[in-house]
């Protein structure tokens, strides 16, 4: 159990485009989700902290307007990186925490986002 | 703010050798630490946890022990198999800055000969 979906694994759009990537709890309801970035051997780093039914929480340095988040239900939400541009090719993972008061974060296999 | 600073790598081991890790890190308050890996292709797993000083993680054959006195938490197994190749994540996460949060060393890439 406790199995965490991305989709697209891989994606590659033109500058100026946007693109949506989606993380699914496939067998747990998830009240919160994280989303990270990571560059080539490079640590993973937080971009933000999705809430089902609430606005999501961006840390310092990430673009809210760029990254748009939306956690829509318990087992979805999606990434949008709104007209994208060759910096933001980069590895996005996600993750999912079980129910709510848990910690154990389940994380998804990443997105690919290539931007030419 | 919180930190964890793990060692460079590639590291390359022969089969059955003795592996170490080392993870330190910095943080405010009483952090729990963590050890994820990630086997090619797959999403990161936890593969050991500890929640207060002293304490031990051990999963798979591996072990960490969470030592406050030196701020460490190295990742040591004793027998190493080729299986065991992939990127090993050290990271903390302090609930008193906001609750699940993690934050992740650079990771080490481990390769295992036969």
């Known amino acids: 159990g406790a199995v965490v979906s991305q989709h697209p694994s891989w994606v590659i759009c033109k500058s100026g485009t946007s693109v949506k990537i989606e993380c699914r709890s496939l067998?747990?309801?998830?009240?919160?989700m994280f989303w990270y970035r990571q560059f080539p051997k490079q640590s993973l780093m937080l971009m933000a902290t999705?809430?089902?039914?609430?606005?999501?929480?961006?840390e310092q340095g990430v673009e809210k307007d760029k990254f748009l988040i939306n956690h829509a239900s318990l087992t979805l939400s999606t990434l949008t990186v709104t007209s994208a541009h060759p910096e933001d090719s980069s590895f996005y993972i996600c993750s999912a925490v079980r129910g709510t008061g848990g910690y154990e974060q389940y994380f998804g296999p990443g997105t690919r986002l290539t931007v030419t | 703010g919180n930190s964890v600073t793990q060692m460079e790598g590639p590291v390359t081991l022969s089969e059955e050798a003795f592996l170490t890790i080392n993870c330190t890190y910095t943080?405010?308050?009483?952090?729990?630490l963590f050890w994820y890996v990630q086997y090619p292709g797959e999403g990161l797993q936890l593969l050991l946890k500890a929640t207060k000083a002293d304490d031990k993680g051990s999963n798979k054959g591996f072990e960490a022990t969470y030592r406050k006195e030196t701020t460490s938490f190295h990742l040591e197994k004793g027998s190493v198999q080729v299986s065991d190749s992939a990127v090993y994540f050290c990271?903390?996460?302090?609930f008193g800055q906001g609750a699940q949060k993690l934050v992740f060393g650079q990771g080490t890439r481990l390769t295992i000969n036969p």
């Open positions: 990271a903390l996460s302090d």
């Open positions: 999705s809430n089902e039914g609430s606005k999501a929480t961006y």
């Open positions: 943080a405010t308050g009483y952090p729990s």
């Open positions: 067998d747990f309801q998830a009240t919160t």
